[in-house]
Structures are given as structure tokens and as C-alpha cells.
């Protein structure tokens, strides 16, 4: 599974020690940039759905100014793999922000990715599967079908608003009823990895930032490890050192 390190810190891009480690960097964040960083690795760029949805109960950032952001960014910053298109996450808490249903936001994600595959087929916009229960994901399956996208063929396919319960056996289930897709877990806990990431093809996580403000590197002269390098390094290592469940069961 290749693991993307999410950070707040878009000029990482361009420093040695993450010249290994494919980042994941948000249009949030890096928008506000006049002059983009220079990039010395691989990365993906994230919508910031969750902050958008959960704040705003919509999408302010239109599909063509998302697209144009995007394009400059692949033209500009070196190593750009794919981005994520502007899915609607189906948390029950965000359902209430939006006011729509569970399939109302799987219609908008398809949508979204039909949109911006249309606006610019040249960048990479990965398709992302939304629901609460497993069925739901199985039904987003379908509609991408009845759609015309075959989400068989895709190099990668999201998975959203797993993150919350991950920790369940019921994201398990769901990732298993999901195979062969080749998926991305979107903010993936090490639990999650764990359980299921060898049933993964990448996935993505900042859950170090929390814990580097919560518990900081004790030898840190900073009073925070939400945004040290150091810490997030570290913790890069023991993601992708963690051996699956899967694994370990054949001894
Ligand atoms: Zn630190």
C-alpha cells in the first residue's frame, strides 16, 4: 500500500527529507499560495471537501475555478500524481449541514467527477465512492456504472467517510465487498491500516498532526509537533512498517 503524509506545509514538497515520501497536500491550503512551491516528490492534492461540506453545508468553489486551480498547480509543482474531485461526504453529521440525502450526495459526487473529467480530461480526477452503510457503497458502485464509468478500470477509486468508524468491522466489511477495486482510503488510522490495509492500494492520513499537538516529542524545543517534520517522519515510518492483520495471521 503507498502511503500519502498529509500536511498543512505545501513548501515540504520541496525539502529532502520528504523526498520519499509522497505527501498529500489540500487545494485548501495550497490556494493560497501566489507563488507555488517547488516539489522535489510525489503528492496529491485533496478538494477539502470535509472543511468545505462541513463548514459552508455546500460547495462555494465552483467546478471550473476548482479545475483551473488544479491545472496550475499539475503544470507547476513537479510530481502531481491525481486530485480529488469535489465529493460530497455522507457523515451523518454533514448530511444535516447539507440538508440532502445519502443519495443526493452520491448523485452530486458523480457529478462532480463527470464535470471535472469534462473540464479537464488531462488531469487525473479520481472517482470517489460515498455512503454510511456497506450497501450504500455497493449501490454508488452501480450508479458510477449506469453513469458510463467503469470504476473496474479505474487506476485508483476513493473511498470517503470511512475514517469515522474505521475502527469497526463494519469498514472492514465494506472495503472487502469493494474488491478488486483499486482503492484510496481517505484519513486512514493506523487501526485501519491494521485491519485492512492490505486490502488498499494507497491512503492517505494527518492523524500524526493531532497527535504530535496532543502528545509532542518530549526533546522538541517546540510546545507543538502538529506541524514538525520530525514528527511526521517518524510516524510516515511506522505507518509503513505496520504489518497487516492479514499478514500476521499466516504464522
Ligand atoms: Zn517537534
Not at 50 to 75: C, I, N, Q
Not at 117 to 140: A, C, M
Not at 214 to 237: L, T, V
Request: aromatic share 14%; proline share 4%; glycine share 6%.
Amino acid at each position: 500500500m503507498k502511503f500519502y503524509l498529509g500536511t498543512h506545509r505545501p513548501y515540504w514538497l520541496r525539502y529532502s527529507q520528504f523526498k520519499d515520501i509522497p505527501l498529500f497536500v489540500s487545494d485548501r491550503t495550497l490556494r493560497k499560495y501566489k507563488n507555488l512551491p517547488e516539489s522535489i516528490t510525489e503528492w496529491a492534492c485533496d478538494s477539502g471537501g470535509f472543511t468545505e461540506l462541513s463548514t459552508y453545508g455546500e460547495w462555494k468553489t465552483t467546478p471550473h475555478r476548482y479545475a483551473a486551480r488544479v491545472r496550475r498547480y499539475m503544470d507547476n509543482i513537479y510530481g502531481f500524481q491525481w486530485a480529488s474531485p469535489q465529493d460530497w461526504m455522507c457523515e451523518p453529521w454533514i448530511l444535516e449541514k447539507t440538508g440532502k440525502t445519502v443519495t443526493e450526495h452520491q448523485e452530486l459526487s458523480i457529478k462532480s467527477l463527470a464535470n471535472l473529467r469534462t473540464l479537464s480530461s488531462d488531469i487525473h480526477w479520481v472517482p470517489v465512492l460515498q455512503g454510511w452503510e456497506r450497501d450504500d457503497y455497493l449501490r454508488h458502485w452501480e450508479m458510477y456504472e449506469q453513469a458510463g464509468f467503469n470504476l473496474e478500470s479505474e487506476s485508483i477509486v476513493g473511498l470517503g467517510s470511512v475514517c469515522r468508524r474505521q475502527a469497526t468491522k463494519e469498514a472492514e466489511w465494506i472495503v472487502k465487498s469493494l474488491q478488486p477495486l483499486r482503492l484510496h482510503g481517505f484519513g486512514m488510522k493506523k487501526t485501519a491500516i491494521q485491519n485492512f490495509g492490505s486490502l488498499l492500494s494507497s491512503s492517505d492520513s494527518m492523524a500524526w498532526s493531532y497527535g504530535g499537538r496532543m502528545k509532542p516529542d518530549p526533546n522538541c524545543p517546540k510546545k507543538s509537533c502538529a506541524n514538525c517534520e520530525h514528527f511526521a517522519i517518524d510516524w510516515y515510518n511506522s505507518v509503513i512498517n505496520i504489518k497487516y492483520k492479514e499478514e500476521l495471521s499466516l504464522f
